[in-house]
C-alpha cells in the first residue's frame, strides 16, 4: 500500500514557476512508476508526466513538454514536477499517481493504483 500527499500548489503569475511535491508513506515506492494528472474546472482529468522506478524513463504531454520537468528521489520517498513558463491554461487541481507493475511509465488513469489527493496551481495572467 502507497499513500501519496501532493504539495507545492499555489497561485503564480504567468511566466511563473512552481515545484510540486509529491510524497510517499510506504517502503514500496522506489518500485512504483509515478505520475502527474492534472484536471482543470469542467474538464476531464489529463496526463502530465511520468517517471519510471529509477528515473530511467519519463514520458511528458505535448503542452507541458519543454516547460515542465518531473523527478523523484527514491531515498526521500518522494516525487517532484518542476513547472516553469506556467500559462493561464496550466490552471488545475495536480495530483500524484503511482504504478504497482509498470516498466514504462504509464499515461493513462487506469494504470495507476494509487493517487493522492491533489494539489490546486492557480496560474494569473
Known amino acids: 500500500q502507497v499513500q501519496l500527499v501532493e504539495s507545492g500548489g499555489g497561485l503564480v503569475q504567468a511566466g511563473g514557476s512552481l515545484r510540486l511535491s509529491c510524497a510517499a508513506s510506504g517502503r514500496t515506492f522506489s518500485s512504483n512508476a509515478v505520475g502527474w494528472f492534472r484536471q482543470a474546472p469542467g474538464k476531464e482529468r489529463e496526463f502530465v508526466a511520468a517517471?519510471?522506478?529509477?528515473?530511467?524513463?519519463?514520458r511528458y504531454a505535448n503542452s507541458v513538454k519543454g516547460r515542465f520537468t518531473i523527478s523523484r528521489d527514491n531515498a526521500k520517498n518522494t516525487a517532484y514536477l518542476q513547472m516553469n513558463s506556467l500559462k493561464p491554461e496550466d490552471t488545475a487541481v495536480y495530483y500524484c499517481a503511482a504504478d504497482r507493475s509498470s516498466l514504462i511509465p504509464p499515461t493513462y488513469e487506469y494504470e495507476y493504483d494509487y493517487w493522492g489527493q491533489g494539489t490546486q496551481v492557480t496560474v494569473s495572467s
Open positions: 517517471i519510471s522506478r529509477a528515473s530511467g524513463s519519463t
